[in-house]
């Protein structure tokens, strides 16, 4: 099984970037910890980031035929992209949202996720470790 693993916006600035919300770890440290517990549960994994909204949705569109889940932290989008919504809707893989913080205990416009109705669940508040329950969720949706 093939799991894609997609970063929006700024989580390339983990690990100095308000480590009071994220934590101190940097998204390569959360991509080994991706690594080890996919190649513990016999998976594969492939894991990007981008800061341009298109690479999201054109990377959702390959995602096609090729993996079997997205795990997605979409970042700011999550709360703006139409665009991401309706790619996620049309292409059918079975999509899991993560984020680090818990959006829903956060500021108001966080509470909103416009790809939330088209993924399969949400998986927020955890830290490193949501990336971790990304990943066993996508598993489970393939059981
Ligand atoms: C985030 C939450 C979003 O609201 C925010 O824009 C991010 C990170 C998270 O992982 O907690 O960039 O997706």
Request: aromatic letters at 6%.
């Amino acid at each position: 099984m093939k799991i894609l693993f997609l970063n929006g916006p700024n989580l390339n600035l983990l690990g100095t970037r308000e480590p009071e919300v994220y934590g101190r770890l940097t998204l390569a440290d959360i991509e080994a910890e991706v690594r080890q517990r996919a190649s513990q549960l016999k998976v594969e994994v492939d894991f990007r980031q981008t800061n341009q909204e298109g690479e999201l949705v054109n990377w959702i569109q390959e995602a096609k035929g090729k993996f079997q889940a997205i795990v997605i932290n979409a970042a700011a989008y999550t709360h703006t992209s139409v665009a991401l919504r309706d790619t996620i809707s049309a292409v059918g893989v079975p999509t899991i949202e993560i984020h680090l913080s818990n959006i829903h205990a956060r500021e108001e416009f966080r509470h909103k996720s416009l790809i939330a109705p088209v993924c399969k669940g949400q998986i927020c508040g955890f830290g490193a470790k949501s990336y971790i329950l990304g990943l066993e969720a996508a598993i489970y949706v393939n059981a």
